[in-house]
C-alpha cells in the first residue's frame, strides 16, 4: 500500500464548497528573506525570516450555472475578498484571498475552461494529520 496521496484527492473550497469542474490546483508559498549581511559575517549572505506570502492556482472545465463560479464572480466584480480552503485527504490550508486573475477561454476543438487565481491576504492557516499550524 503506498502512502502517496492521489491528486484528485485534493480540492479547492469556497466557503466550503468545492469550485466545480476542476482539473488542477497548485498552492505556491514563499517567503521574502531580510539580508542582515555586513562585515562581521564576511563573505557569507547572512538572513532573517522576512515577509511570507501565499497564492493558489486553480484550473477547471466551466460548468454552465455553477453555483461556485458567481461567488467567483460576484467577489472579483465587487472588489471582495474570498474565504478559501485546500481540502486534502491529510488536512487543509485555509484563509481570506483575493481573486487577481480570472480569464475564461475556450477554443474550436476543446471545452470551455477556467483559470482562477488568488492572492493570500494574511496568514494561511493549516491543519495537517491532526497538528494546526
Do not use: H
Request: some cysteine.
Amino acid at each position: 500500500m503506498s502512502n502517496i496521496q492521489k491528486g484528485i484527492n485534493i480540492l479547492l473550497l469556497l466557503d466550503d464548497s468545492p469550485v466545480a469542474g476542476q482539473l488542477n490546483v497548485n498552492l505556491d508559498r514563499s517567503l521574502i528573506p531580510i539580508d542582515i549581511t555586513n562585515k562581521i559575517t564576511g563573505e557569507w549572505q547572512t538572513s532573517l525570516v522576512g515577509i511570507k506570502s501565499w497564492k493558489i492556482i486553480c484550473n477547471g472545465a466551466y460548468i454552465l450555472n455553477a453555483e461556485s463560479y458567481k461567488k467567483i464572480e460576484d467577489a472579483f466584480m465587487n472588489n471582495k475578498s474570498i474565504k478559501v480552503k485546500l481540502q486534502t485527504s491529510s488536512g487543509f490550508y485555509s484563509g481570506e484571498a483575493l481573486i487577481v486573475d480570472f480569464p475564461l477561454s475556450s477554443t474550436y476543438d476543446d471545452s470551455y475552461k477556467y483559470r482562477i487565481s488568488l492572492l493570500g491576504t494574511g496568514s494561511l492557516r493549516a491543519e495537517i494529520d491532526g497538528v494546526l499550524y
